[in-house]
């Protein structure tokens, strides 16, 4: 098989499919995306080949190796802020009150970040029962069903997306649905997206990023607070003794900061292998939900999205917005089905990388594909198809009206 002009590959064993030709950019950079690629490649197709039992095993060496790091650096970051309080509240003089307020700031840049429901609902409509009664049932129906947690807090937004998170002190669930993808899929093919992130909540992977954050967040932000500013001496006009100090900052900072900067990367990768993983196993709950071919159709969206993203524009007569823009998203759908082959194989070489906190669509595909079939669990009707239509045409024309303020 080949696309255009890149590397042929063997559609059956995979051969040559890990090669990656980047165009752009240094000799360096080149190698190190080429290696990322390939080796993201290995790890995803190991992923693949993993039996239900072993997806869905939440307690892995990465996930110990992060918590044990974030424990080490959680107790340092709570020192710090406690050293601060101590120079503040014992210091007499100006130097031992400054280091402390310097403490106290460094403690809060590092400190763990929890989020809000105002950002997680930021640019999206927040629905209930009131409002959107067919889909807040549905979301019910297939929470019940394959025994996850209901969410606190539904949201539709006009992103190409989907997600669901648990933010602030209260541990609030949001569920975030956007309206140009519940447009792109059937309302089984919903039902399968719905139980996808449902899986992320009945699984806590909330829960096990915010554990996770320090090991995640720490080693990157010091290393940023710790790299010297670029440029030369003779630059920002230093006389004297100063661009020696200047140059010997250079130096001893840029090596700590890289350091730094690389034991985050070891992290990010732990971490985002953890998240792979958690993707995969949320697609198993998918499948649960609205059955195995509902879940491999909502996936070959994914592997289609790329050509879809574009396709929603403003130029459409009042009250006709959800239904022509979900007419052009099925034809378009319907004439690259032949395609869906390739393409899906395709994106297993260009997303697959060691840093990417998602395996590729068309791997996620082929794990589905290698289980049991299953039936769906949630069936939508055609009369409460017809019913989240007529709830969601409203909102459609509220985008409509953003995308011509835009």
């Known amino acids: 098989m080949t696309v255009d002009e890149t590397p042929p590959w063997c559609g059956s064993c995979e051969w040559n499919l890990d090669a990656f030709a980047p165009d752009g950019g240094s000799w360096f950079g080149r190698r190190m995306l080429r290696l990322d690629r390939r080796a993201g490649f290995r790890a995803d197709r190991v992923l693949a080949g993993l039996d239900e039992k072993a997806v869905g095993r939440r307690v892995t060496a990465g996930h110990v190796v992060l918590l044990a790091v974030s ?7 709570l020192a710090t802020a406690a050293a601060g309080i101590w120079l503040i509240v014992t210091g007499r003089l100006l130097p031992p009150i400054a280091a402390g307020a310097a403490l106290l700031a460094l403690a809060w840049v590092l400190r763990p970040r929890l989020g809000s429901r105002k950002e997680a609902v930021a640019g999206g409509w927040v629905l209930d029962a009131g409002h959107a009664p067919a889909l807040v049932a549905l979301v019910a129906r297939t ?12 949201v539709v937004n006009t992103e190409f997306n989907a ?3 648990v933010v602030g002190w209260k541990r609030t669930r949001v569920l975030r649905l956007g309206l140009p993808v519940i447009l792109a899929l059937t309302e089984q093919q919903l039902v399968a997206v719905i139980g996808h992130e449902l899986g992320h909540l009945a699984h806590e992977d909330g829960l ?8 995640r967040t720490v080693f990157g932000a010091l290393s940023r607070i710790v790299a010297p500013p670029r440029g030369s001496a003779e630059d920002r006009g230093l006389a004297g003794p100063l661009p020696l100090l200047f140059a010997t900052w250079q130096v001893v900072g840029g090596l700590v900061s890289f350091v730094l900067f690389s034991a985050h ?6 971490a985002a292998g953890q998240d792979r993983r958690a993707e995969v196993r949320a697609d198993l709950m998918s499948v649960r939900a609205a059955g195995s071919r509902a879940a491999m159709e ?3 969206v ?3 999205l790329p050509g879809l993203t574009d396709l929603l524009h403003p130029r459409v007569p009042a009250g006709e917005a959800a239904r022509r823009w979900r007419d052009l998203l099925a034809d378009v759908q319907q004439r690259r089905a032949g395609l869906l082959p390739v393409l899906r194989q395709l994106s297993i070489r260009e997303d697959a990388s060691l840093l990417a906190d998602h395996p590729p669509a068309g791997r996620r595909r082929q794990w589905v594909a290698a289980r049991a079939y299953l039936d769906p669990a949630v069936v939508v009707t055609p009369v409460e198809a017809e019913r989240l239509r007529a709830e ?3 909102l459609a024309e509220q985008m409509v009206q953003l995308m011509r303020r835009d």
């Open 392 to 394: 969601l045409a409203p």
């Open 265 to 270: 990367v070891g992290m990010f990768l732990l």
């Open 208 to 215: 096990r990023r915010l554990l996770e954050q320090p090991a």
């Open 302 to 304: 994914l592997v289609l």
């Open 163 to 165: 997600s669901a998170a």
């Open 71 to 77: 424990l080490v650096l959680g107790a340092g970051v």
């Open 143 to 154: 929470a019940e069903r394959i025994g996850a947690p209901m969410p606190d807090v539904l």
């Open 298 to 300: 909502a996936l070959d």
